[in-house]
């Protein structure tokens, strides 16, 4: 089932998977964004800054583990092998844009507005 994110600076977006369903509002001015995963460990302590090309489907790494940063692997499916039942598995968050844009990647992966940084990176210590 697709669900709309409707941005008006960055283009509407489709997700292509969901797992559970978060709102979150974000800074970029994102009305939401579908999607929920374990939070993983963090890549870099900034975000990166890309374009991303209309019509091209992404999938973001969630769990920190991907060597194709900030965009999934599949390194996800070996860590959630180890996660007990009942808790939040990894998963990436798939989507396709309907407009080019520049856009800032989280990659602390501790983002409210994952898959966009919101600053949250600036708190946190590289010991986390």
Known sequence: MS???LNSKFGRC???NQIRTKTHPTPAKVEFIQGRSAIGK????E?????IEKGKSYSWCSCGASKKQPFCDGSHRK??????EGQDKFAPLRFVCEET????????KSSSN???CDGTHQRLTKSS
């Open 3 to 5: 669900s709309k994110i």
């Open 14 to 16: 489709f997700l292509l």
């Open 42 to 45: 963090p890549a870099a302590f």
């Open 47 to 51: 975000p990166v800054r890309l374009v």
């Open 79 to 84: 860590l959630n092998e180890v996660i007990p």
């Open 101 to 108: 844009r520049t856009v800032h990647f989280c990659m602390c």
């Open 114 to 116: 994952r898959p966009f």
